[in-house]
């Protein structure tokens, strides 16, 4: 009877035990399911979180592509650009060119003289002189004969760069140009300061936005004019006390060849005189002949151009002084330099009659020569020296 009773009552115990046990097991599944889920949705994420991370390199790199594209583009416009400027300079030399010969022919095949065109002619060509008499202020009437003197300033040691004074500016100030490549222009004081060995601290550094190439360049009345380092044939008007890019040009058919084979970091040689800014280079066009242009230095405009008949074979450096450009050769080695031809751009200078100039008492070779037309001296820059030249002058016949 009680063994009876006992049984009952395990009965439902064992019931109750057996139902808990369903539930655990059940409630195990389910947390095995939940966590296989979030084992799932952790890969998920973690697979769009790479995505996302290998979609902003990829883009990142097709950025760099597509800036890299356009900066060649936009060079292309302007090289595009100064081909355009050049070919049509050249188109309008060669119509000249052809009006010049169609006239040759037609008075050779004539028996009489069109007196009325000849006078035209000679009217209009001397015309043509006036207006550049008073453009280059004809009062300009010396000419070089000589290089008397010189004076090492100082040897900083670098092979190319330039140095030169405002001839435009009152002041003393000693410009630093080192390299034939660089941004940074060192101003000194006075001539003083310049020399002393150690002038860290007495130089104010002027970083140019855009850097410069050759050594061609040049100072005037607050400007620094230079050739854009990376272009053809963009000129670069700099103001240097308030360190900004006033005003740029491209000179229609420079750059693409030296300005003197001696210097062929040089295509662009700018140059200060009584008149104002000028631009020599040289020409593929001209049979490498050295070709001189006046720039308004106010508007950048081009005033004038004129083909000489220098060549830019065995040339180091030129300079210009009173409407004449004075053009200085060497030999390949390094030698003695000389002057040996003379383009007077008024043709108030017989060229044939000047001696060859030779500079005094140095061996070596000039990476520039500028004329400073304020202190009527030479300013160059000769195997890691600066130099100044004294000069001897006389009234042009």
Same mark, same amino acid.
């Given at each position: ?63 760099? /592509? ?78 070089? /004969? ?9 040897? +900083? ?49 002027? +970083? ?77 066009? +001209? ?36 409407? /004449? ?73």
């Amino acid at each position: 009877m009680v063994d009876l009773k006992l049984r009952f009552l395990l009965v439902p115990f064992f019931t109750s035990v057996i139902g808990e046990a369903q539930y655990v097991m059940q409630d195990a599944a389910l947390m095995n399911y939940i966590d296989r889920r979030f084992l799932s949705l952790e890969k998920r994420l973690e697979k769009c979180n790479q995505d996302i991370l290998d979609y902003v390199e990829e883009f990142r790199d097709f950025s760099k /592509t597509i800036m890299s594209r356009l900066a060649g583009l936009n060079n292309f416009k302007t090289e595009v650009k100064s081909e355009v400027e050049n070919l049509l300079t050249r188109v309008e030399r060669a119509q000249r060119d052809i009006d010049y010969f169609g006239s040759v022919t037609d008075s050779n095949t004539c028996i009489e003289v069109d007196e009325d065109l000849v006078k035209q002619q000679l009217f209009e060509e001397a015309e043509e002189k006036r207006k550049l008499k008073l453009m280059l202020n004809a009062s300009c009437d010396h000419m070089l /004969t000589g290089i008397k003197s010189l004076k090492i300033v100082k040897k +900083t040691g670098e092979m190319h760069g330039s140095w030169m004074k405002d001839p435009g500016k009152k002041h003393a100030k000693i410009y630093l140009l080192s390299g034939s490549v660089n941004n940074v222009i060192l101003e000194f004081a006075n001539i003083m300061t310049f020399m002393e060995s150690n002038h860290t601290r007495k130089v104010r550094r002027v +970083t140019l936005p855009l850097p410069w190439k050759g050594t061609g360049h040049i100072i005037y009345q607050g400007f620094l004019f230079y050739h854009r380092y990376g272009s053809l044939n963009e000129i670069i008007k700099y103001n240097i006390q308030k360190r900004n890019v006033s005003d740029q040009m491209l000179l229609p058919g420079a750059g693409r060849i030296p300005a003197y084979q001696l210097s062929p970091a040089t295509k662009i040689d700018l140059a200060i005189d009584e008149q104002g800014l000028w631009a020599i280079h040289a020409e593929p066009d +001209t049979g490498g002949n050295i070709v001189i242009t006046k720039i308004n230095h106010m508007t950048m405009a081009v005033e004038h151009t004129w083909d000489t008949s220098c060549s830019s074979k065995d040339a180091e450096a030129a300079f210009m002084a009173c409407n /004449t450009l004075y053009v200085v050769y060497n030999f390949p080695s390094g030698g003695t330099s000389r002057i040996q031809c003379v383009y007077d751009v008024l043709g108030a200078v017989n060229t044939y009659e000047i001696p060859v100039l030779h500079f005094p008492k140095r061996q070596g070779s000039h990476s520039t020569i500028h004329y400073n037309p304020k202190e009527k001296q030479l300013f160059a820059w000769g195997d890691g020296s600066q130099i100044i030249y004294k000069l001897q002058t006389m009234q042009k016949v």
